[in-house]
């Protein structure tokens, strides 16, 4: 056997192994085109071998045309099969030129099956016999190129260009390997056999067709990328075929924590709408367990007021891939509503559409009912709050404002979102700030604290409040809670009593001393006669000319002595009219009894009433104001004289008394020896308008307890265990 | 029994509770030459005053034990007769109607002027002065009459009623001659020169006539 024959066999056999093989796979595997493809390439390259070879041993030039004509079919089969499997393999190359290479080599083998002797030569005028490879002999054409031959190299070149575009694809997109193996081979053998041709055929150089040898190379070329795909996907396999079990394995274990975990899972077909689920989920849609379940018939279950809501949200989740959550009621079968969340994403499918929407549900019916609860709790809470009339804070032991009512912002101006930000030091300032922080310390410390202090408002303005505030245990954590009060209505109303009392005890005042007017000027007669008598005792020694000058001096002494008594009776009956004396200063109950006996001395005198008192020694001092507190003292006088207008004029005395009342205050009594008080009046006699007298005005008593509660002290009425009434009233002493 | 009276000047007594008016009132008076008592209180002026001695009370009316009414009824009652001039601070009429009705000099309101303080004063003084010569001379002439026998005092009982001596020798049954010898000696004793001054002293001793 020769060397040619040997090699053309052996090409042949190589070429119908791999397309054995393949033609294998491709009957395994019958979408896998590309096999298909390389098992007729593979087979077209074999019997182009075959032809190739005769040819070599062809004798006439008749022979040579025929097995020429006839080795262009399996020429053209090769051409168009590595179109395609190139294409399906490589995945790449534009489809159109594709089918452009296609039509044209098929019309190439159209024309060289029309023409004679075939489409690369017009005519084969012999054969010549040529030394070739190895010193084997074989023929070779000898004749006129057909023109036509043109459109068989025109399939070839847009063969080559195919190829060359499809692997520069191919190698762009990454698939390097595979398109510098299979385009590099298809490009380079497709060359060299063109170029082979294109010597032959129109350079007349003898040498014979041996295409199928460069078709070999790329054959094998393509062969192994091919082989080596099927062995890849055959490790895959084995690969798959353990992950599956491992994902069978943890599929198990993920249902096995879903039941766990009371979750159901599910998967959504977008297309079919068919809805898989786990038995679990079944169960808590209180559906059977092999109930076949599908979108709309679950959507049914859902609560009317949440169908619309889940069904859009639905929708989104299958056309993104973002996670989906929603929460959800459910009607079951038994009528029963209960809570779902679900959570799901939708996964892409391998063709680029939304593939599957898969998720998991989980009921949460007794977290919804909870957090119901919570929030009713939270409602109530903030209800009650917000009925206080006034305002509410919870503050931590750090000082910020935990929780207030709605009052709080109301009151103080400031809105929710800064109410959240605020610490003590925002609400109050200077000395009010010392005051708060302090009764802070000692409310942590256990105590109930009352403090007025002003609150400063959003705005710079103040708010004089009442606050309380009281340690709570809150959350493990001490906190403060308390309630505030706006005084300042209170404060103006208070401001107004205060007027009223003011006018009141003044009319009061003002009627008395008109009583007293008659007293008062006998007061003021005396001092005046005192120096109009010294005055003309004086102006006659002068005239007489016996001017003794130490009698002069101790006249005008007198003089001055008893001008100044005058002037401090004046003093004080302006002050005792002056309409509104709201000073306090410190007073000695003991002074003042005196100074109102002196005012009322001539009165008592005209009266025959007596005075006596018993004051203590060194009483403390009290703080008040002086002409309301004389004005008490000379009600209460006047009343015990008017109590006594009965009795025998050897019988009218009264008694003023001070002592101390515990060691903070001091009591002043006045005791009478009229008739008294009947017992169930005590309180009556403080009324306004009660009065025993028939020309009173029934005010000077209530004015009286007025005056005295204002001083922080008590003022009441009872009956001597000998005779007649006692009033008596008591005084915080002066700090 | 009778008492000198003309011993001196006249004491005026001034009574106030009050130090201050009691001592400018006690120099004011002084320094018209007065003899001044100062008392402090109404018990005081009772525990000192002497009846006998000639003056006047200037006297408060509001004073605490006794006031001035008080006083001057205490001293009625004694039948002390001093004058009184009153002060007063306030000088309600009813008071002072009262006052004058007992027979005080004046009613003064403090604080008072010291001539109308004085011309009172004055006027009380030459008041007591008329009264105690009066009492004086009605004592002597008691004396007087006490000298008189029983039937000289009828015979002066029918002389002021106005009776000739005849009439009363009639009524008497007695000689004219003898009534006119008792009638004599009634006008020596008595020491009176006509039947009209007789008339006169009669009335003031409070003789009926017969």
């Known amino acids: ?735 | 029994m009778s008492k000198p009276i003309h011993n001196g000047a006249p004491t005026i007594f001034v009574v106030d509770d009050d130090p201050a008016v009691l001592k400018s009132l006690g120099r004011l008076l002084r320094s018209a030459g007065l003899n001044v008592e100062t008392c402090n209180s109404p018990q005081d002026f009772l525990d000192r005053h002497d009846p006998a001695a000639s003056g006047c009370l200037v006297l408060d009316v509001a004073m605490p034990g006794l006031n001035g009414m008080e006083v001057q009824r205490a001293l009625a009652a004694i039948g002390d007769e001093r004058p009184i001039v009153f002060l007063t601070g306030h000088g309600d009429i009813p008071t002072s109607v009262e006052a004058m009705k007992r027979g005080a000099v004046d009613f003064l309101t403090k604080p008072v002027n010291a001539e109308d303080l004085l011309k009172a004063i004055r006027s009380a003084i030459a008041t007591d002065s008329v009264r105690r010569r009066e009492r004086d001379e009605v004592e002597e002439i008691k004396q007087r009459l006490a000298t008189l026998t029983p039937r000289e005092r009828e015979v002066l009982a029918y002389v002021v009623s106005g009776r000739l001596n005849k009439q009363i020798a009639g009524e008497l049954g007695t000689a004219e001659k003898t009534i006119k010898v008792h009638r004599a000696r009634v006008m020596e004793k008595l020491k009176v020169q006509s039947v009209a001054e007789l008339v006169r002293l009669a009335e003031r001793l409070g003789i009926r006539p017969a």
């Open chain 1, 1 to 735: 056997m020769s060397w040619v024959t040997v090699t053309c066999s052996m090409t042949a056999s190589v070429c119908a192994t791999l397309a054995a093989m393949h033609l294998l796979v491709w009957f395994k595997q019958r979408d896998e085109w590309a096999n298909l493809f390389f098992v007729l390439s593979a087979v077209a390259a074999a019997v182009l071998a075959g032809v190739e070879l005769a040819a070599m041993r062809a004798e006439t030039a008749a022979q040579y045309g025929v097995l020429l004509r006839w080795g262009h079919l399996p020429s053209a089969v090769l051409a168009i099969s590595i179109i395609w499997f190139v294409r399906l393999f490589l995945q790449a190359g534009r489809t159109w030129l594709g089918w452009v290479a296609t039509g044209t080599r098929m019309l190439a083998l159209i024309l060289n099956f029309l023409l004679t002797p075939n489409l690369s030569f017009r005519e084969i005028t012999g054969l010549q016999q040529v030394h070739w490879w190895g010193g084997e002999i074989v023929s070779v054409p000898v004749g006129l190129t057909n023109p036509w031959t043109i459109i068989g190299q025109l399939s070839q070149l847009l063969l080559l260009i195919f190829c060359i575009d499809a692997a520069i694809a191919g190698w762009q997109r990454g698939d390097r390997r595979k398109s510098l193996i299979v385009g590099g081979s298809a490009v380079l053998f497709l060359s060299v056999s063109m170029l082979l041709t294109i010597v032959i055929v129109w350079g007349g150089i003898h040498i014979p067709f041996s295409f199928s040898f460069s078709y070999l190379g790329m054959i094998v070329a393509m062969g192994y990328e091919l082989t080596r795909d099927v062995v890849v996907s055959a490790q895959l396999s084995r690969k798959l075929k353990t992950s599956e079990a491992e994902l069978r394995d943890s599929e198990e274990r993920l249902l096995l924590a879903a039941e766990a975990a009371s979750a159901g899972l599910w998967g959504l077909d977008p297309k079919t709408g068919r809805l898989w689920t786990t038995p679990k989920l079944l169960e808590m849609l209180g559906y059977a367990p092999e109930f076949n379940l599908d979108l709309e018939s679950f959507l049914k279950g859902v609560h009317p007021e949440d169908r619309d809501r889940l069904r859009k949200t639905i929708e989104q989740a299958m056309r993104s891939q973002a996670e989906t959550r929603v929460e959800f009621r459910s009607v079951l079968p038994n009528g029963q509503v209960r809570w779902f969340a679900l959570r799901g994403r939708s996964r892409l499918a391998s063709n680029g559409e939304s593939g599957n929407l898969m998720g998991v549900s989980v009921d949460i019916t007794e977290r919804k009912l909870a957090e119901e609860a919570l929030w009713g709790e939270r409602a109530l809470t903030d209800a009650i709050f917000d009925s206080v009339p006034g305002m509410l804070y919870l503050y931590t032991a750090q000082g910020r404002l935990l929780r207030w009512n709605r009052q709080h912002e109301s009151m103080t101006g400031y809105t929710t979102e800064e109410l959240a930000h605020t610490e003590l030091k925002d609400l109050f300032e200077g000395e009010d700030l010392a005051t708060v922080t302090a009764a802070w310390k000692r409310a942590f410390a256990g105590q109930r604290i009352t403090i007025e202090v002003n609150v400063k408002a959003r705005g710079g303005a103040t708010i004089p409040c009442l606050l309380t505030g009281v340690r709570l245990e809150f959350k493990g954590q001490p906190h403060l809670v308390g309630i505030g009060f706006d005084l300042t209505e209170y404060r103006k109303a208070e401001q107004e009593v205060m007027r009223q009392r003011n006018e009141l005890a003044h009319l009061s005042r003002v009627t008395m001393l008109g009583e007293l007017s008659g007293s008062i000027a006998h007061e003021l007669n005396q001092p005046l006669t005192a120096i109009l008598s010294n005055a003309q005792a004086a102006q006659r020694f002068l005239a007489h000319g016996d001017v003794d000058l130490e009698e002069l001096g101790a006249i005008l002494a007198d003089i001055v002595e008893e001008d100044k008594r005058a002037g401090e009776i004046i003093r004080g009956l302006r002050l005792m009219l002056k309409k509104s004396d709201a000073q306090r200063q410190t007073i000695n109950l003991n002074d003042m009894v005196q100074e109102v006996l002196t005012l009322v001395r001539s009165d008592l005198l005209n009266q025959i009433v007596s005075a006596h008192t018993e004051l203590m020694p060194s009483l403390p001092a009290v703080k008040g104001n002086r002409v309301q507190l004389q004005q008490v003292l000379l009600n209460l006088v006047l009343n015990a004289c008017d109590a006594m207008r009965g009795n025998p004029t050897t019988d009218r005395r009264f008694y003023i008394r001070t002592e101390m009342s515990g060691s903070e205050a001091v009591t002043l009594s006045v005791r009478d020896r009229g008739k008294g008080i009947p017992s169930d009046k005590f309180e009556q006699v403080f009324q306004p308008f009660f009065s025993t007298k028939q020309d009173g005005l029934g005010l000077g008593l209530a004015v009286c307890r007025s005056i005295i509660t204002a001083h922080g002290g008590k003022l009441w009425a009872a009956n001597s265990p000998e005779r007649g009434a006692i009033f008596s009233f008591t005084l915080p002493i002066a700090s």
